[in-house]
């Protein structure tokens, strides 16, 4: 089966900079793929050699089969990327803007795909708006349907709901799950960590120019031991006793490190003892954020 990205000992230096060192990644058609890491790991890099706007200082990428260097016009249209930045050109409506990017692509007649497009994206009611009208949310939407209007089999969305609404985060999801379940690949870059664990079944964090963890995500939280109880008490002073238990504090909560249930006994108990009142208490099982915490060594603030 052909992958829909493979990437064989890619790396990129600019001057004495290493900004991607031997990446070898395969990512499988129909796959709903996240690409994380902290700012400056490589991602963005990544992507415009994955795109043709950079060239690599070494190594091979593939769109589908095709080169992204030697076979480019095949493999640019089968790629689709969302970019992060508000690139759009403030001379035409949403509906030419689409026409015009058809035509990049040397598609004629593409009006009824452009139609169902608009209408997907709530863009119906502003598809003759010029684009300089459109609100940061609206002009996401539209760059969002120009990455889609070749119909490309992956699509690389990165940081598609950055600075935008909770409606159009929701209506976006709707959308891009269902071209994932319609067969198209989904890579997603994004800061939301709880966007990409609920969406996506595989991860490849990136640190520093590399690939530090690839697998599943539920591998990966699952590698996670323990899990967290979250706890706010009727008093500022621990007992004793719980002094010593790794933990952490947040805004008046304890965080307690638990390795098992019985665990929770002790610890309520001890509170008893004490006559120590739990006012709130909350168990946290691991998550990815805790997993890219772990692996990174940072906190998830820097992600992107």
């Given amino acids: 089966m052909t992958a829909a990205i493979e990437i064989q000992q890619l790396s990129k230096r600019y001057g ?24 400056g790991a490589g991602k963005t890099t990544l992507i415009s050699i994955l795109a043709g ?54 598609i004629r007649k593409n009006d009824a795909w452009v139609d169902e497009i ?46 935008v609404d909770v409606e159009l985060r929701q209506a976006l999801w709707v959308f891009i799950k269902q071209l994932n379940r319609d067969g198209h690949t989904i890579v997603l870059t994004t800061h939301y960590l709880e966007e990409a664990e609920a969406l996506c079944n595989r991860v490849a964090m990136l640190k520093q120019g590399k690939i530090v963890a690839l697998d599943s995500i539920r591998n990966l939280i699952n590698s996670v ?44 108990a001890v509170l008893r003892a004490e006559n120590i009142q739990v006012l709130e208490m909350q168990l946290q099982q691991p998550d990815l954020e805790e997993v890219f915490v772990k692996i990174m060594g940072v906190e998830p603030l820097g992600v992107s």
């Fill in 118 to 163: 608009l209408h997907r994206l709530d863009l119906t009611d502003k598809a003759d708006t010029n684009m300089r009208a459109l609100s940061g949310g609206m002009k996401r939407r539209v760059l969002v349907a120009q990455a889609l209007v070749h119909k490309p089999p992956v699509i690389i969305l990165d940081e598609p709901t950055a600075g």
């Fill in 16 to 39: 004495a900079l290493s900004a991607l060192e031997d990446i070898d990644l395969s990512i499988n058609p129909g796959e709903f793929f996240a690409l994380l890491g902290p700012n």
């Fill in 225 to 268: 031991q323990g899990f967290s109880i979250q706890l706010r008490l009727s008093t500022e002073i621990l007992p004793a006793a719980l002094q010593e238990w790794p933990k952490s504090s947040h805004e008046g909560l304890y965080i307690f490190k638990i390795k098992d249930y019985f665990q929770v006994e002790t610890l309520l």
């Fill in 53 to 106: 706007l950079t060239l690599a200082t070494r190594g091979h990428a593939r769109i589908m089969g095709h080169d992204v260097v030697t076979d480019y016009s095949h493999s640019r249209k089968n790629l689709g990327v969302v970019p992060q930045e508000l690139v759009f050109d403030p001379f035409f409506t949403v509906r030419e803007a689409l026409i015009i990017q058809s035509g990049y692509y040397g």
